[in-house]
């Protein structure tokens, strides 16, 4: 049986408007119906729920008009998130203000755009919102989340220094104390904030998470902060930053040791005040979220050569979190291994029940500099690219077996680039395809071991490979290389 389509609903009292939104959504892949009044919308939302369990069909997302005829969009939106909480809120207006998207932000919406809706920006928030529902949904069965990917309760890794980080989760996620943590990239450091989050009293709200690192610093203030109409070049209608993305719940702050000292001074006024000024405007907005940062450089090294600011450093350093690296608990690699290989094996439908003796020795021998992220990649790599029903010491990387001293140019054979011409028997046979996409995994690689070699230090990684920051961003993207350094 093929997966059901996301279903959204749109409430807007202008019919041809409310009708032009359903039929765009519905050709992007969604199920979407459409109300003119907050009455009608109720309706639609409970019927959609109160059937058998084969034809219950409940709403993922609700794109509501700010003006109804018989309520308000607000009033409408608390109403929903009320009787239903999973239903995630998105407020569309002809008016909008930064006062207003407040409001809305503050009533549950996850997004607040502007009329005339742009189709790209309107479909972004809808996969956004869609996310937001799964996430919310997850909930209902926390526990075994947990168990299952965070090994909180039933914890993957048995090394002491792990327990006691477990033990600090479970101690701060109560607070609203502000947590940091440090450690080398790919050591799971997103994954303890999402862990911080979940056993919360904010789990039901947002958990947003920006890369501070990731974010050109022209752009980094609007996207924490938000703006306002007319505030720079292409700020064309208010919008909300992050800090109000996750009003009510939590934001993870990435790579700190990014920010500028004029983002320092920024971060230190709304840690302090719970307040913050949108781009281009001077009214205070307050926000309620609880702040969990993270760093892959020691701060104090960056305070004393007056890099980062002290008294920021001082109010972040309330609980720190310290993630080992990988290298330094060897005993943890066969249980993370196996407990990768079941995930990725589930995930892709393949029967792959261990490891032979010759590849965990491999990977117990390997000093994973790129940490547990490097070591998911392995597996997923070995499990797509197995034959057998046990990843075999041929299923690993050259550079992780010793077959080949350049990871870089380490095919499955272990010899020469994927499918190239010349390469050892074991590899696959050359098959012709244009110079242009044969040369694609290749440059991959390279910018993704450089990213790594940085410790994902943009900067550091375009000046060594001799690009600008804007080439870097965009192969960044062009690759999906993001899913590999936003682990932690």
């Avoid at 609007?222 to 800090?243: I, N, Q, Y």
């Avoid at 934001?251 to 001074?265: K, R, V, W, Y």
């Avoid at 690993?396 to 380490?410: A, K, R, V, Y």
């Avoid at 694609?440 to 600008?468: S, V």
């Amino acid at each position: 049986m093929s997966e059901r389509r996301q279903r959204v609903l749109i409430v807007d009292d202008d019919a041809i408007v409310a009708r032009s939104i359903a039929e765009y959504l519905v050709g992007e892949g969604f199920d979407a119906d459409y109300a003119v009044t907050a009455g009608d919308a109720r309706e639609l939302v409970e019927a959609a729920e109160h059937g058998s369990a084969e034809q219950a069909h409940p709403y993922a997302v609700a794109v509501v008009d700010m003006s109804l005829p018989d309520l308000s969009g607000l009033e409408l939106i608390r109403t929903l998130r009320k009787a239903h909480r999973d239903i995630v809120p998105i407020v569309i207006t002809g008016y909008g203000t930064i006062e207003s998207a407040v409001k809305a932000i503050r009533a549950g919406a996850i997004d607040y755009l502007t009329k005339p809706i742009v189709d790209e920006e309107l479909r972004l928030a809808v996969e956004k919102a869609v996310s937001q529902h799964a996430l919310i949904a997850e909930n209902v069965h926390l526990r075994q989340q947990l168990d299952q990917r965070y090994g909180l309760d039933s914890i993957v890794g048995a090394d002491d220094r792990m327990k006691r980080i477990y033990d600090v989760v479970e101690a701060v996620a109560a607070s609203k104390t502000t947590v940091l943590m440090t450690g080398e990239s790919g050591t799971g450091k997103s994954l303890i904030a999402r862990a911080i989050h979940r056993r919360s009293p904010r789990a039901d709200e947002a958990f947003v998470e920006i890369s501070c690192g990731s974010i050109p610093e022209s752009l980094l203030e609007s996207e924490l902060f938000g703006h306002v109409k007319g505030a720079f070049t292409g700020a064309h209608a208010d919008k909300p930053g992050r800090f109000l993305a996750a009003h009510g719940g939590t934001l993870f702050l990435d790579e700190i040791n990014s920010a500028s000292p004029g983002m320092q001074l920024k971060l230190l006024r709304v840690l302090q005040e719970r307040t913050f000024e949108p781009v281009g405007s001077h009214r205070p907005v307050e926000v309620d979220v609880r702040v969990i940062l993270a760093t892959n450089q020691p701060l104090e090294q960056l305070v004393a050569g007056g890099q980062f600011r002290q008294d920021l450093y001082y109010r972040i350093n309330v609980v720190t979190i310290t993630l080992p690296p990988l290298r330094e608990r060897l005993a943890d690699i066969p249980l993370l291994a196996e407990h990768f290989l079941a995930e990725k094996a589930a995930d892709m439908g393949r029967q792959i029940t261990g490891f032979s003796a010759e590849a965990m020795a491999a990977l117990r021998a390997y000093a994973f500099p790129g940490n547990v992220r490097e070591l998911e990649n392995v597996v997923e790599r070995a499990v797509v690219l197995s034959r057998s029903t046990r990843i075999g010491v041929e299923d690993l990387p050259g550079h992780i077996t010793g077959h080949e001293s350049n990871p870089l140019m380490q095919g499955r054979g272990g010899a020469g680039l994927p499918g190239a011409p010349g390469a050892s028997s074991g590899a696959e046979p050359w098959t012709p395809r244009p110079l242009r996409e044969a040369l694609e995994e290749p440059e991959k690689q390279i910018i993704l071991a450089a990213l790594e070699a940085n410790d994902w230090n943009r900067q550091q990684t375009a000046e060594q490979l001799d690009i600008n920051r804007t080439t870097l961003y965009k192969k960044i993207k062009q690759y999906d290389l993001e899913r590999y350094g936003r682990t932690g």
